[in-house]
Each structure stands twice: as structure tokens, then as C-alpha cells.
Nanobody, 121 residues
């Protein structure tokens, strides 16, 4: 069993930056694929980025070049650095853990409670 707790969200002006953290409890964190998803008001949850156990990553086109995922296996933590934020990045951001390197949320077994990111124009 894995429990995930996100933090780091907040209100930021367009062009600003935030760093989200997701701390995992339980064993075998280093073997999990970790992803970030987001859900804006009135929209479906969408993929943001994924990082493998070894550090390889993939991003959605909408955040590529602006967001960066990293992980610290010793701290059981995955990070999402958000730069050059836009109002359309406003959403609840969720981290998720799974065993397969996938972009589809259905492949993830464990989810955090989410952290709100609001970008003002």
C-alpha cells in the first residue's frame, strides 16, 4: 500500500513558478512509476508528466519545456517544478503511483488528495 501527500500549491501570477512535492509512504517507492495529473474546473483530469524509477520522463505537449518532474528515491518524494505559469495551468494537481510507464490515468493504483494551483493573469 502506498499513500501519497501533495503540497506546494498556491496562488501565483502568470509567468511565475511553483514547486509541488508529493511524499510517499510505504515500501518500494523506488520501483514505482510516478506521474502528475491535473484537473481544471469543469474539465476532465489530464496527464501532465511521468517519471520512471530511473528518472526518464515524458510530458504533455501543453507543459513541455515549462514543467519538470524529478524524484528523490531516498526521500520517497517526487517533485513537479512549474515555470512560466499561465492562467490555463490553474487546476488541482494530483500525483499518482503505478507500476507501468503509462500516460493513461487508469494505469495508476495510488493517488494523492491533490493540491490547488491558481494562476492569475
Amino acid at each position: 500500500q502506498v499513500q501519497l501527500v501533495e503540497s506546494g500549491g498556491g496562488l501565483v501570477q502568470a509567468g511565475g513558478s511553483l514547486r509541488l512535492s508529493c511524499v510517499a509512504s510505504g515500501r518500494a517507492f523506488r520501483s514505482y512509476v510516478m506521474s502528475w495529473f491535473r484537473q481544471a474546473p469543469g474539465k476532465e483530469r489530464e496527464f501532465v508528466g511521468v517519471i520512471s524509477w530511473s528518472g526518464g520522463s515524458t510530458y504533455s505537449d501543453s507543459v513541455k519545456g515549462r514543467f519538470t518532474i524529478s524524484r528523490d528515491n531516498a526521500k520517497k518524494t517526487v517533485y513537479l517544478q512549474l515555470n512560466s505559469l499561465k492562467p490555463e495551468d490553474t487546476a488541482v494537481y494530483y500525483c499518482a503511483a503505478g507500476t507501468r510507464y503509462r500516460l493513461d490515468e487508469n494505469h495508476y493504483d495510488y493517488w494523492g488528495q491533490g493540491t490547488q494551483v491558481t494562476v492569475s493573469s
